[in-house]
């Protein structure tokens, strides 16, 4: 079985900035694309970021201050927030397409969400 867990939410002042981390557990399975989405509440979930072979893509309420990237030895995708905004409070969620070796099929698994609260 493959696990992802997020790390690194928590409350921050606007202006300020957080770095959230996404590891994926298991054995033997190939990591092809990552994605950040979040919540908010009341609110539907927003894709935020995601990276593909080096390719990024952002949500265009989050261009210029998130930034995400990937360590590949480590399993892990980051998602850097700077200027965080109150509008950027929300349950932040990793999802990854795994391929585990010995199943035919790309799975896309996701992880247990974090809490980021940007108030003063």
């Known amino acids: 079985q493959v696990q992802l867990v997020e790390s690194g939410g928590t409350l921050v002042q606007p202006g300020g900035s957080l770095r959230l981390s996404c590891a994926a557990s298991g054995s033997s399975f190939t990591i092809y694309s990552m994605r950040w989405y979040r919540q908010a509440p009341g609110k539907q979930r927003e894709l935020v970021a995601s990276i593909t072979s080096g390719n990024t893509n952002y949500a265009d309420s989050v261009k210029g201050r998130f930034t995400i990237s990937r360590d590949n030895a480590k399993n892990t995708v980051y998602l850097q927030m700077n200027s965080l905004k109150p509008e950027d409070t929300a349950v932040y969620s990793c999802?990854?397409?795994?391929?585990?070796?010995?199943?035919?099929?790309?799975?896309?698994?996701w992880g247990q969400g974090t809490q980021v609260t940007v108030s003063s």
């Open positions: 999802n990854a397409d795994i391929k585990r070796i010995g199943v035919p099929i790309i799975t896309t698994y």
